[in-house]
């Protein structure tokens, strides 16, 4: 069955720490994308790769880092300069080679920083 | 500076009826429009998309309507049946921009009544 898998679902950190979270895709897909979302928005996205060793800022990539160093992965850091890093985090593929082809998304993890 | 808005954050329709879900775009450079459902702590699902040169795409009980000119879209769901009850989100992509990704609104939680 193919899909994207993200771990955990649920992460609970103490302020000051960086925190990374795992997204795992089997789809063969070459672009992935984490988007963020908070209560009554939109999602917003945070980073995204088209191909393996690249990656780009989306539109809120301030206090996130990450790494594309295989297809099948893009992990996510939150580091302790996001200002406000609780929220959901969902993570996408897609497959390239024409502009018009949806994402697909995994199930999310919801990150909570006390 | 939002540029695809949901501006009825929910809405209640009885089963059986017609659903109809509206979106609004501010740029015209998108050429890829899509509707997302998403229950809640799980991932959106890809429902159906349409690209700009069309006007119409149908799915089984899913349409979706697409006007350029006034900048609007919106998702037609008949007849809407009690697992319809969601958050549904629009989302739009410009393909020959420079950023990669979808653009997506608030969101509008459609409640189907019995």
């Known amino acids: 069955d193919g899909g994207i898998t993200q771990s955990p679902k649920y992460l609970f950190r103490k302020e000051g720490q960086n925190v990374t979270l795992s997204c795992e895709q089997n789809?063969?897909?070459?672009?992935m994308y984490w988007y963020r979302q908070d209560p009554g928005q939109g999602l917003r996205l945070i980073y995204y790769?088209?191909?393996?060793?690249?990656?780009q800022k989306g539109d809120i990539a301030e206090g996130y880092s990450v790494s594309r160093e295989k297809k099948e992965s893009f992990p996510l850091t939150v580091t302790s300069a996001q200002k406000n890093p609780t929220a959901f985090y969902l993570c996408?593929?897609?497959?390239?080679?024409?502009?018009?082809?949806?994402?697909?998304f995994g199930n999310g993890t919801r990150l909570t920083v006390t | 500076d939002q540029q695809v808005k949901q501006n009825s954050p929910s809405l209640s329709v009885q089963e059986g009826r017609i659903s109809i879900l509206n979106c609004d775009y501010t740029?015209?450079?998108?050429?890829?429009f899509l509707w997302y459902k998403k229950y809640p702590a799980e991932g959106p699902t890809f429902l159906i998309s349409?690209?700009?040169?069309?006007d119409k795409n149908e799915d089984g009980r899913f349409t979706v309507f697409l006007n350029k000119s006034a900048k609007h879209l919106s998702l037609h769901i008949v007849p809407s049946q009690p697992g319809d009850s969601a958050v549904y989100f629009c989302?739009?992509?410009?393909?020959?921009?420079?950023?990669?990704?979808?653009?997506f609104g608030k969101g509008t939680h459609l409640i189907i009544q019995p």
């Open positions: 996408a593929s897609r497959i390239t080679g024409g502009p018009h082809s949806p994402l697909h």
């Open positions: 789809l063969n897909h070459d672009a």
């Open positions: 790769s088209q191909i393996v060793n690249d990656f």
């Open positions: 740029n015209s450079m998108f050429d890829y």
């Open positions: 349409i690209s700009s040169i069309k």
């Open positions: 989302a739009a992509r410009d393909s020959g921009g420079g950023a990669d990704g979808l653009t």
